[in-house]
């Protein structure tokens, strides 16, 4: 914590600070529409270069590994060809048609800063602010809007690549719908991305926030449920506390506010949101409050969601709060940079961060399970819709099904924890139900468990077709451990 108070977090302020006068400068001049096309030819350039030379070693971003919100820091950055690919604009907002253009290194601190002054906001904000388009296409996001909306994928509606003979293409469920639907989860490799369309919705000022505590594990699998099925909660959350203690919250857009119940819980010397919300756990009572809607997207930030209380164990200290909570929470990227290999093994061996996303049926039969193999409180639950679409993340059967994402982050408190043989133990369950784990964490499955969990019959047709195999590595090869070491 010493070295995180004194270094990261006056250098998190200064990163802050140059992206956003970045971002402000590029909008003002209205300078990025103009220069995209020139920047996506100079991406092309790149590729054919790399042609040219023989397509001797595989492509990848030259975005640097540690700047990535993943915990992991990928080794393939120093073997494969770099291609350098500077996109982090915001395109067009076009009001008609409701959609944004990006580019894919927009974060959603970014964007949500962009859209929500001109009335507009995207319908699925995943939760940090320096979480990236382009991230949570090839990868994914959730938000607790998604059991509206789906993931974060579902609410494109195109993207553009550059694949791997320099060519530029533009896919939509209408337009090249194999590659639309086969580039979510595929961690870049069938190609790069240069832009995408996200829907917009109406922005409204408020979410009217419903706190309700449950006790005893089948009750919550069940208030969880049955609060993920109705359409006219605008957010479903649930923080479960311990095996049987929760609290779920629903919540609601609104322009109206009553003025006493507003909690502007993004202000940097309000309680971090996970604690703020035990309290209603604590006094056995349910609570109704308006948080401004930019504060609710993103709750869990200041405190990463509750990952910061493991490196400032005083962070939520009033006196804590009030001198310098301005300044956190650190960067991820810095964190990862300034970590030692000894602290990244101790983290490896004694730390989770993994979410799992599993079939809304099997819910409590999953906490069970999460409570057995590691034991960490609290695990956030967020439910979310799963249409039945081609591609690599799909239903078992042919409708559309309600899934929740669990996600688990923090130490262990399971006495027999051991990095490898637990998680192997939890994707085996994962895998049994039909789910799926997030693939920016560490996933120790072997190349055929791997492709048990996910479908890969579109992926690799698409390899296959698009000539892919010498110019990027498979999924797998980017993510497992397995296949890392």
């Known amino acids: 914590w010493l070295f995180v108070c004194l270094f990261l977090l006056p250098l998190s302020i200064l990163f802050d600070i140059y992206y ?29 270069e790399w ?109 553009e690549l550059v694949l791997a003979d320099g060519s530029l293409v533009r896919c939509s469920p209408t337009e090249n719908s194999d590659l639309f639907y086969a580039v979510p989860w595929s961690c870049g490799t069938l190609g790069f991305l240069v832009a995408a369309e996200i829907k917009m919705i109406p922005a409204k000022k408020y979410v009217k926030i419903h706190y309700e505590p449950v006790r005893g594990l089948q009750k919550i699998c069940e208030k969880f449920t049955e609060e993920s099925k109705k359409k006219e909660n605008s957010f479903v959350e649930g923080l479960l506390y311990s095996l049987d203690e929760a609290v779920i919250m629903t919540g609601v857009l609104t322009d109206e506010a009553e003025q006493s119940k507003i909690n502007r819980i993004g202000n940097y010397y309000k309680p971090w949101f996970f604690k703020h919300v035990e309290k209603y756990l604590k006094a056995d009572r349910t609570g109704i409050e308006y948080i401004p809607s930019r504060h609710y997207y993103h ?29 956190v929470p650190p960067k991820i990227s810095l964190l990862k940079l300034t970590q030692g290999e000894a602290i990244r093994k101790l983290y490896e061996q004694h730390h989770v961060v993994q979410d799992m996303l599993v079939p809304m049926k099997s819910l409590e039969k999953s ?86 969990m996910f479908d890969g019959s579109l992926y690799h047709k698409l390899r296959e077709q698009m000539n892919c195999k010498d110019a990027f590595p498979e999924v797998y090869d980017k993510i497992c451990k397995a296949a890392r070491h």
Not at 85 to 102: G, K, P
């Open 20 to 48: 956003q006068l970045r971002a402000w400068a590029v909008w003002r001049l209205h300078s990025a529409p103009r220069q995209h096309a020139q920047r996506v030819r100079h991406i092309q350039a790149q590729v054919r």
């Open 51 to 159: 042609k040219k030379e023989g397509s001797k070693r595989y492509m990848c971003t030259g975005r640097p590994g540690w700047l990535t919100v993943s915990l992991r820091v990928g080794k393939y950055k120093k073997t494969h060809k770099n291609i350098m690919i500077n996109l982090m604009d915001v395109l067009e907002v076009d009001s008609e048609r409701q959609v944004v253009r990006v580019e894919p290194l927009v974060s959603m601190g970014q964007l949500t800063a962009h859209l929500n002054p001109m009335g507009w906001t995207i319908p699925v904000v995943p939760e940090l602010d320096d979480l990236t388009v382009g991230g949570l296409i090839m990868g994914t996001g959730i938000e607790s809007s998604s059991h509206i909306y789906g993931l974060f994928q579902h609410t494109c509606v195109a993207y």
């Open 299 to 327: 709750r869990h930030t200041r405190s990463i969601f509750w990952e910061l209380q493991d490196i400032i164990p005083f962070g939520n200290n009033p006196v804590f709060r009030y001198l310098f909570g301005w300044m």
């Open 367 to 452: 906490i069970q399970t999460f409570h057995v193999d590691l034991n960490v409180y609290p695990l956030w639950l967020c439910p979310f819709i799963l249409p039945n679409n081609p591609g690599m993340v799909h239903p078992k059967g042919n409708e559309a099904e309600l899934y929740v994402d669990i996600g688990a982050y923090g130490e262990p408190k399971r006495k027999q924890f051991e990095a490898r043989a637990s998680m192997r133990q939890m994707e085996k369950f994962v895998r049994s139900v039909h789910g799926f784990q997030m693939l920016y964490a560490d996933c120790y499955m072997t190349r055929e468990e791997f492709w048990d």
